[in-house]
């Protein structure tokens, strides 16, 4: 599977089909305006993974000088565990380091045990917890961060 992997930028014409695969994934979505507005927004980076024309993933990275905020990472349900958020944030890194990032940050739900597993695998470390800051359910999100 992992050899017929494409990773890319986000064209504008994929913003509806990553817009549908959030919305399938999320209790809590960006809209399509959301994806639509942020492809002009030369301080975010979107990149989508693809197998045969199917989004299997995509990841969003908000760039601020050399501090960037980790906003979206998404694997459609039949690509879980088989490398397509590691590969997508791999490439997210090497897209960062080319603008100077120093520094990454995200937050994750802190029930979602596979996702900070994978972001400690991937040299992130634990600094924070932000009470109550999901909806739908409710729940508190784990700060992380990982320095170059």
Not at 29 to 46: E, G
Not at 97 to 121: I, M, P, Q, S
Request: glycine share 4%; proline share 1%; with cysteine.
């Amino acid at each position: 599977m992992k050899e017929t992997w494409e990773t890319r930028h986000m064209k504008e014409e994929d913003a509806v089909r990553v817009a549908a695969l959030e919305a399938e994934n999320f209790s809590d979505p960006w809209s399509l305006d959301a994806f639509q507005k942020i492809y002009f927004d030369k301080n975010y980076i979107v990149l989508i993974l693809e197998k045969e024309e199917m989004i299997l993933g995509y990841c969003v990275l908000l760039c601020a000088g050399t501090q960037a905020d980790i906003t979206n990472v998404c694997t459609a349900a039949q690509a879980r565990r088989k490398g397509v958020a590691t590969a997508l944030l791999t490439a997210l890194f090497e897209e960062g380091n080319a603008r100077a990032v120093e520094e990454y940050f995200l937050e994750v739900r802190e029930g979602n045990t596979a996702a900070r597993t994978l972001y400690k695998k991937l040299g992130f470390e634990e600094i924070g917890t932000r009470k109550n800051y999901y909806e739908k359910p409710r729940e508190n999100a784990v700060l992380m961060r990982r320095a170059q």
